[in-house]
């Protein structure tokens, strides 16, 4: 794992001024803390990530649950209508 340096910032700061470490990670697209010298967590500015995608479900998803959804509501009428 390659860390910018500029991207580093201990738990400490991160825990006495969160909001100059969300900044960082707004500008920089992710921000690494560290814990006893370490890496230990990434904060990431999801606009810059390109990898995270939506896990709902996809247009044609819930285009498909609503048509059977009607389809199971209307199915009377729809076997009257294709007499």
Known sequence: MNINTDQIVSISEANR???KVARMAESMGEIIIF?????KYKLIDLEHEHEL???????DELIDAAAERILK???KAFEELAK
Do not use: L
């Not at 814990?35 to 890496?39: I, L, R, V």
């Not at 995608?53 to 247009?59: C, K, Q, R, T, V």
């Open 17 to 19: 001024n969160f909001s």
């Open 35 to 39: 814990k006893n010298n370490k890496p």
């Open 53 to 59: 995608e939506a896990s709902g479900p996809s247009e």
């Open 73 to 75: 509501k209307y199915k």
